[in-house]
């Protein structure tokens, strides 16, 4: 059989996308996640691709359950994102994104560590023209700002392969754990920038707000979930990850409340969702992973589908800050039910895909003892209901009445919402299609009496807490502004304190300068009243005299200006 990467397809359609146009692009555009998850499904587990790079062995293709439930997962979100934008014309868009899904791919069927690396990099390089391609100062700001945090993390990888290879003579990529050594731990922090450890996190909830309203749908399917498998491949069981995780799931809540850019909402509330899948990473039992992975999968369906029904909006309207938004389900009625479906499944309703996989994953926190964590992620839980849930569609489409009547968006939009709702009702009803793609044999049963009553009560007393704060005007109103977290360090004081160094240095330069010019004047006078040659020789030498004492007195200020 003739075995095809699975990558290969998508860069393969990118090329073709580049002398395409109209019907014929769309329609390669269409095949190929199509074909390529045809591929994938007759390839199965197994490897092939071997070759060898300065006498390591490495490996194109390596597919295990792990790996093959993440590659399924960015076919089917690749054809709904593609889907989705079939409406756009602009050929950088179309042309990244299916390099953006190729790269995705081949990071997670990577077979070695160098391979990783070469996607990994190519991740980076084609999302941030997804960025760009919003062609306006602000998304070109943050692009570049997106963009420097992933070569960093690119860095930091390929820093950590250098000493892993010296260290085992061998580039596999199987697990890694943290130990007593360098390379364990920049690739940890390497795979945690792509995953948005807190501290790291600004280049999501900066950039993907900033991208077009198609090119958000693709940034958070692919980045931050092959961060997710590289971390379950490299380092389940990690404890430090179960405390980045529960963190990772508390603090973008409050942030999410006060924001009025409700896409900006959305990437705070992937940071929020990510942290439980990084807590089943660092658990590490065949419940916690499964649970991780499969909340993976659930969440590029259910936050994929919040992020179209925003962007459907700001495509429409043109706006997409809560203050100006509200009285939508007037004349996009189908929006606003899809939305609601994407806010049930992300809150965890019964019946739906969220439910069946964030409770493996809070179970999974129960049974081995951590207890505080339990309990921090149903705080998050509630906290994810209030601003996901509830404040998405009730601000945009509810809410006070902006007097906008903005009609439904392009067809092909509410086509690839509504795939995106009918795979979080099909998942939530019936989880065990999901459940028989997942890395390890299990026998778990989401609907029983515990976990649903225990499910609709926090649902309920989170909604009740939403009313009476609304009611009572205490809930945090949308405000036209701009919240700054981390990212205050190197967008406010980092610039301040650049600039106010390089103030300082030309005041010292200017003195110097005055200094020097003052010095070589005073010479000058004291040569000439003194001597007071007359002729050619002597107005040589007091030239000479002029020069001489200008390059030790420059001499004198460069070792002033390095000493200090």
């Given at each position: 059989?003739?075995?095809?990467?699975?990558?290969?397809?998508?860069?393969?359609?990118?090329?073709?996308?580049?002398?395409?146009?109209?019907?014929?692009?769309?329609?390669?555009?269409?095949?190929?996640?199509?074909?390529?998850?045809?591929?994938?499904?007759?390839?199965?587990?197994?490897?092939?691709?071997?070759?060898?790079?300065?006498?390591?062995?490495?490996?194109?293709?390596r597919?295990?359950?792990?790996?093959?439930?993440?590659?399924?997962?960015?076919?089917?979100?690749?054809?709904?994102?593609?889907?989705?934008?079939?409406?756009?014309?602009?050929?950088?868009?179309?042309?990244?994104?299916?390099?953006?899904?190729?790269?995705?791919?081949?990071?997670?069927?990577?077979?070695?560590?160098?391979?990783?690396?070469?996607?990994w990099?190519?991740?980076?390089?084609?999302?941030?023209?997804?960025?760009?391609?919003?062609?306006?100062?602000?998304?070109?700001?943050?692009?570049?700002?997106?963009?420097?945090?992933?070569?960093?993390?690119?860095?930091?990888?390929?820093?950590?392969?250098?000493?892993?290879?010296?260290?085992?003579?061998?580039?596999?990529?199987?697990?890694?754990?943290?130990?007593?050594?360098?390379?364990?731990?920049?690739?940890?922090?390497?795979?945690g920038?792509?995953?948005?450890?807190?501290?790291?996190?600004?280049?999501?909830?900066?950039?993907?707000?900033?991208s077009?309203?198609?090119?958000?749908?693709?940034?958070?399917a692919?980045?931050?979930?092959?961060a997710?498998?590289?971390?379950?491949?490299?380092?389940?069981?990690?404890?430090?990850?179960?405390?980045?995780?529960?963190?990772?799931?508390?603090?973008?809540?409050?942030?999410?409340?006060?924001?009025?850019d409700?896409?900006?909402?959305?990437?705070?509330?992937?940071?929020?969702?990510?942290?439980?899948?990084?807590?089943?990473?660092?658990?590490?039992?065949?419940?916690?992973?499964?649970?991780?992975?499969?909340?993976?999968?659930?969440?590029?369906?259910?936050?994929?589908?919040?992020?179209?029904?925003?962007?459907?909006?700001?495509?429409?309207?043109?706006?997409?800050?809560?203050?100006?938004?509200?009285?939508?389900?007037?004349?996009?009625?189908?929006?606003?039910?899809?939305?609601?479906?994407?806010?049930?499944?992300?809150?965890?309703?019964?019946?739906?895909?969220?439910?069946?996989?964030?409770?493996?994953?809070?179970?999974?926190?129960?049974?081995?003892?951590?207890d505080?964590?339990?309990?921090?992620?149903?705080?998050?839980?509630?906290?994810?209901?209030?601003?996901?849930?509830?404040?998405?569609?009730?601000?945009?489409?509810?809410?006070?009445?902006?007097?906008?009547?903005?009609?439904?968006?392009?067809?092909?939009m509410?086509?690839?919402?509504?795939i995106?709702?009918?795979?979080?009702?099909?998942?939530?009803?019936?989880?065990?299609?999901?459940?028989?793609?997942?890395?390890?044999?299990?026998?778990?049963?989401?609907?029983?009496?515990?976990?649903?009553?225990?499910?609709?009560?926090?649902?309920?007393?989170?909604?009740?807490?939403?009313?009476?704060?609304?009611l009572?005007?205490?809930?945090?109103?949308?405000?036209?502004?701009?919240?700054?977290?981390?990212?205050?360090?190197?967008?406010?004081?980092?610039?301040?304190?650049?600039?106010?160094?390089?103030?300082?240095?030309?005041?010292?330069?200017?003195?110097?300068?005055?200094?020097?010019?003052?010095g070589?004047?005073?010479?000058?006078?004291?040569?000439?009243?003194?001597?007071?040659?007359?002729?050619?020789l002597?107005?040589?030498?007091?030239?000479?005299?002029?020069?001489?004492g200008?390059?030790?007195?420059?001499?004198?200020?460069?070792?002033?200006?390095?000493?200090?």
């Amino acid at each position: 059989m003739f075995e095809v990467a699975p990558f290969i397809p998508f860069f393969v359609a990118a090329l073709l996308a580049l002398v395409l146009r109209g019907w014929p692009r769309a329609l390669v555009m269409i095949a190929v996640p199509l074909l390529g998850l045809a591929n994938l499904w007759m390839l199965g587990a197994g490897s092939f691709g071997a070759y060898s790079v300065l006498e390591f062995d490495l490996l194109l293709f390596r597919a295990d359950k792990l790996s093959l439930l993440f590659g399924y997962l960015f076919h089917v979100a690749a054809l709904i994102a593609i889907i989705y934008a079939l409406h756009v014309r602009d050929t950088l868009q179309q042309v990244v994104s299916l390099l953006y899904a190729g790269s995705a791919l081949g990071a997670v069927f990577a077979g070695d560590l160098l391979t990783l690396f070469i996607f990994w990099e190519l991740l980076a390089v084609t999302s941030v023209f997804l960025v760009w391609a919003r062609r306006n100062g602000r998304a070109y700001m943050a692009g570049l700002r997106y963009f420097t945090l992933h070569i960093l993390s690119g860095l930091l990888l390929l820093g950590g392969i250098i000493f892993y290879g010296q260290a085992h003579s061998s580039l596999a990529f199987g697990q890694i754990g943290l130990g007593d050594n360098a390379y364990s731990w920049m690739i940890f922090l390497a795979f945690g920038i792509k995953c948005a450890f807190p501290f790291f996190h600004n280049w999501l909830t900066d950039a993907y707000p900033e991208s077009t309203p198609t090119g958000t749908v693709f940034l958070s399917a692919f980045t931050t979930k092959a961060a997710v498998y590289a971390l379950a491949r490299a380092y389940p069981g990690t404890e430090l990850l179960v405390y980045i995780g529960a963190t990772m799931a508390c603090f973008p809540i409050f942030y999410a409340v006060i924001e009025n850019d409700l896409r900006r909402v959305l990437a705070y509330s992937l940071i929020n969702q990510l942290g439980f899948m990084v807590v089943g990473i660092g658990i590490g039992t065949s419940l916690a992973i499964n649970g991780a992975v499969a909340h993976a999968f659930n969440d590029v369906i259910f936050k994929g589908l919040l992020f179209m029904s925003m962007g459907a909006v700001l495509h429409v309207t043109g706006r997409i800050n809560g203050s100006e938004l509200g009285g939508l389900y007037k004349t996009m009625p189908k929006t606003t039910i899809l939305c609601i479906v994407g806010a049930a499944s992300i809150s965890a309703f019964p019946l739906f895909s969220g439910f069946v996989s964030k409770s493996m994953v809070m179970s999974a926190a129960i049974k081995n003892g951590y207890d505080w964590v339990w309990l921090i992620l149903l705080f998050a839980s509630a906290g994810v209901f209030h601003h996901a849930g509830i404040k998405i569609p009730y601000f945009a489409f509810f809410a006070h009445d902006s007097g906008i009547r903005a009609k439904e968006p392009p067809a092909n939009m509410l086509v690839a919402m509504t795939i995106a709702a009918s795979l979080c009702l099909a998942i939530g009803i019936y989880p065990q299609a999901l459940y028989s793609l997942l890395p390890h044999e299990m026998a778990y049963t989401p609907y029983d009496v515990t976990h649903v009553l225990t499910q609709l009560q926090l649902l309920f007393f989170s909604a009740l807490a939403f009313v009476w704060l609304n009611l009572r005007r205490l809930y945090p109103p949308e405000l036209p502004s701009v919240n700054l977290d981390v990212e205050w360090l190197y967008r406010r004081l980092f610039p301040q304190a650049i600039r106010g160094f390089v103030t300082a240095a030309f005041r010292l330069d200017n003195r110097v300068r005055r200094a020097a010019i003052g010095g070589v004047g005073a010479l000058m006078d004291s040569v000439a009243s003194h001597h007071r040659p007359a002729g050619v020789l002597a107005r040589s030498w007091l030239t000479g005299s002029m020069v001489a004492g200008v390059v030790l007195l420059l001499g004198v200020y460069l070792l002033l200006g390095f000493a200090l």
